[in-house]
Nanobody, 123 residues
Framework: QLQASGGGLVQDGGSLRLSCAAA????????VGWFRQAPGQEREFVAH????????YYKDSVKGRFTISRDNAKNTFYLQMNSLKPEDTAIYYC??????????????????WGQGTLVTVSS
């Protein structure tokens, strides 16, 4: 299972760090990512980091503000979110899989999903 944590309420411009712990899986076998779903919207890609941590990919609107990272030894990965905006308000889901390059930004490339953690950014 994947257990996401770190969500909460923060003011516009604030920061949060999300964590996702993988139990029963060897994280180094997978690429890992974060998606989010805002109220009334479809779930969307946020960030991905490859198995070896060598390459990262981001949704355009979070580039320069969010950083995805991983610690395979701890079987945990992270999403550091800085300069948060009200439009970042959503439930954030962590996920792991083995997506090919064309699938990184699509849900179909991922096998396992966490339960989601709510991030609320107030204006």
């Amino acid at each position: 299972q994947l257990q996401a944590s770190g969500g909460g309420l923060v003011q516009d411009g604030g920061s949060l760090r999300l964590s996702c712990a993988a139990a029963g899986r060897t994280l180094s076998d997978y690429g890992v990512g974060w998606f989010r779903q805002a109220p009334g919207q479809e779930r969307e890609f946020v960030a991905h980091i490859r198995r070896n941590g060598g390459h990262t990919y981001y949704k355009d609107s979070v580039k320069g503000r969010f950083t995805i990272s991983r610690d395979n030894a701890k079987n945990t990965f992270y999403l550091q979110m800085n300069s948060l905006k009200p439009e970042d308000t959503a439930i954030y889901y962590c996920t792991i899989g083995t997506p090919i390059l064309s699938e990184i930004r699509q849900e179909r490339g991922y096998y396992y999903w966490g339960q989601g953690t709510l991030v609320t950014v107030s204006s």
